[in-house]
């Protein structure tokens, strides 16, 4: 492998707007199988258990809501992503599929980086969040707006980019790039 910098066949290793595609697409499958998981578990025992507040419409019941839906969403979606792309096949199961992997800027050093840039690629989900959670509980919906612009906004700063075959503020920041398998 060959420095992000220095590679002369840079442009022929882009993947195609295909392949990323079909990588979120995969990558969206396993994230839908695990809240599929979570909604058939919480079908379960939320209403065997004894939630107080749970439907609370307060500030308080608010945070609570958003500190659960992060860890056992945006947190387990952060973990998966960072840790197959920190793995020796450095792709997750949707990039395995498409036939992608990322790079760092030098060999060896995108282990260390995906961690980075999963972080600002799972912000987007997160900041909706914040935004759907605050328009379900009826509070704080000027910032819920917000929310929601800036999720949007960042989705695609990510996207947009990686679709034309440059790299997202994500893999920018991150100094890391997705290209196709060798």
Known sequence: MTSLATSSSGAARRPAPVARVRSWLGDW???GVWI???TA????LVPRLDLPGAS???VRGLLVADLIFTLITVLPWWLYL???EASRRRATLGKRWAGLVVVGPTPGSAGRAVWGRNLIKASPWQLAHLGVSRMLFELQTGWAVVFLVL???LLAACAVPALTGGQGIHDRVAGTRVERAT
């Open 29 to 31: 499958l396993v994230i």
């Open 36 to 38: 599929g998981v979570l």
């Open 41 to 44: 578990v919480g079908a379960f």
């Open 56 to 58: 609370a419409t307060s």
């Open 82 to 84: 960072s840790i197959t």
């Open 151 to 153: 999720s949007l906004g």
